[in-house]
């Protein structure tokens, strides 16, 4: 059966009309028999250069069988890593990213995958990652989902709003917070590196409405195969190694952090959008093991991770490439860091 043919029998069964094809541009065998095939249809073969949030519905042509098991740890550091994505791109994660920005909330997508799927416990998670919900494996080759609505919503008497960023000109603002904050304490931040997480990352930031200013941000790094956590390319202080992750197709790790603007209301903003990133990436049971750092003698730091998010376990003391600082790295349960926010919201 062809792809075409494949299309046509899901229009007819699923009651699935897609307002547009999104194929990866690294299938381009399938795009030619498309396009000749289905001179009619709208076709897309670059779909981050396609409006945000402007389709209801797609069937999305991408390679799902390239997603294997998670690694466990890397040789590589911060740069090797960005000269890597810089040569070989990935056009999997891309495409299914992509096609999520494209889609409005609650938008349908079915994917089609010409190579058969033997991982799917970690298609449905990089999925997941990617905004997806109702996630249904129709069989080695297809899957069926949802995008889901993002959260958003108000507090403080209207005065803050909260939102789950995914517009990338949302995540850029982020990204400029997080550059001038770290510049104005003396670390090199560079966006081309944070970048490389961007994709497979949930970010929350607090806004005053009155003024559109962030106060605050945080953000949860996904694990997913063929991706690091930022923790993976970082080395420890007195050996130089890098961590070594402990059956990482079980416990599915992430790796927090958070930012905010010194101020009473910034210190409100840190408390809510801490609150969320937790509550969202618990709530979804994906990570059982959760990674965050402070900075070295930033007490205050250490304790509310410790004491209050409930991350108890110390790992190593890292160096992140060139971005300065010594961290130390703390790792939490599930379960500790559910009992942990669940008081700690509650005052």
Not at 214 to 232: E, K, Q, T, Y
Not at 249 to 265: P, W
């Amino acid at each position: 059966m062809t792809v075409v043919d494949l299309y046509d029998n899901i229009l007819k069964n699923f009651n699935f009309a897609p307002s547009a094809i999104v194929i990866a541009p690294n299938l381009s065998k399938e795009l030619e028999i498309i396009s000749k095939k289905l001179p009619n249809a709208k076709i897309i073969s670059d779909a981050k250069k396609c409006p945000v949030n402007s389709l209801d519905a797609v069937f999305c042509v991408v390679d799902l069988s390239v997603i294997k098991g998670h690694e466990s740890t890397t040789k590589l550091n911060f740069n090797d890593y960005l000269k890597f994505r810089n040569k070989s791109g990935d056009e999997s994660l891309e495409t299914v990213y992509y096609s999520s920005l494209l889609l409005k909330e609650d938008g349908e997508v079915v994917f089609f995958s010409p190579f058969p799927m033997t991982h799917k416990e970690n298609v449905v998670k990089v999925l997941t990652c990617c905004k997806f919900k109702e996630i249904e494996i129709v069989n080695e080759y297809l899957i069926k989902a949802k995008k889901r609505k993002l959260i958003k919503y108000e507090f403080d008497k209207g005065r803050l709003v909260l939102e789950e960023a995914h517009h990338p000109e949302l995540i850029e603002k982020i990204l400029d917070f997080s550059e001038k904050y770290y510049r104005e304490h003396g670390f090199n931040f560079r966006k081309e590196i944070d970048r490389l997480f961007t994709k497979h990352s949930d970010y929350f930031v607090v806004i005053r409405k009155k003024t559109d200013e962030i106060l605050a941000i945080s953000r949860h790094v996904w694990h997913i195969p063929g991706h690091f956590l930022p923790l993976m390319l970082a080395t420890k202080i007195n050996s130089g190694e890098h961590l070594s992750l402990t059956l990482p197709d079980k416990n599915h790790f992430g790796e927090f952090a958070g930012l905010y603007v010194t101020s009473f209301s910034g210190g409100k903003a840190y408390k809510e959008v801490m609150g969320m990133v937790f509550k969202y990436v618990i709530g979804l049971r994906i990570d059982r093991m959760a990674f965050t750092t402070y900075l070295k003698n930033d007490i205050k730091s250490g304790e509310l991770y410790e004491k209050i998010f409930g991350f108890n376990d110390f790992v190593a003391e890292l160096v992140y490439g060139d971005f300065g600082g010594i961290w130390m790295l703390l790792k939490g349960e599930k379960t500790e860091i559910i009992n942990s926010m669940e008081e700690f919201l509650d005052k």
